[in-house]
């Protein structure tokens, strides 16, 4: 006997229609945001236009521990934390400590090299890529350079996780993330002994140099495009903020 032909497309119909329905629920549950702080602004938008074009996403916000925490694409989510009502402004100069690390990898002279290399890029780039946003008169990486009365936010950070990457395991999976080099930043922003401030960034090979040709860049090459990704997605992220990048529409 030949199946009734609107009797399937029907089935199939409602079996396609109820699997819409429930997949909207669980989505609809899993991201809306917590209730806003009635102290801190919620922000009108989450994503914002550029200096130079780029659309920049800062992830969905809600108000926690006295401030908003923000589910930022290109940082750790759930990891971005700004203090109630902070914004990144109202300060003269930015000091960018040294940065520090409790990163565990081989005691080796290579692997000593890279990772010195990385606490040291760290701070250059971020004090590069900060200081071309306009938040900040200074962005200085030295206490020397501070001047007495100066009203001063200082930004401290930890390479938590470290591993320099090695070629070979980038010819067999460098697509993959196999050899790739590994850094984990904690940073906080303070003013005094009050935290405005907090992030974690992770970055593995993120160029598509690294994943496509790796086997043939040296390791410390690939760490800094990481580290300049990081840094450019910290400073956008601040900008946004600060009120620097208009919300894109």
Known sequence: MKPNLHVCLTLSAAVALSSVLLGSGCASNSTKPAA???????????R??????????IGKSGSADGGM??????LEKGKCWVADGFNFNGYDTLYIAPTLSTAKFPDKPEDTKVHELA???????????IGTRGIFAKVVTQESELKPGAKVLKMENTITEFSKGGGAGRYFGGLYGGGQPVLRVQGRMSDGEKTMFSYEARRSGTSAGARMGGAFMKDEDIQIEDVRSMALDLSDFMAAIAGKYPPKN
Do not use: Q, W
Not at 48 to 57: C, M, P, S
Not at 69 to 74: D, E, L, T, V
């Open 36 to 46: 806003a702080d009635s102290t801190t602004p919620t922000p009108t938008s989450n």
């Open 48 to 57: 914002f236009v550029a200096t130079d074009g780029r659309i920049i996403d």
């Open 69 to 74: 925490r923000y589910n930022n694409p290109h």
């Open 119 to 129: 606490k040291n890029n760290l701070a250059l780039e971020l004090s590069r890529m």
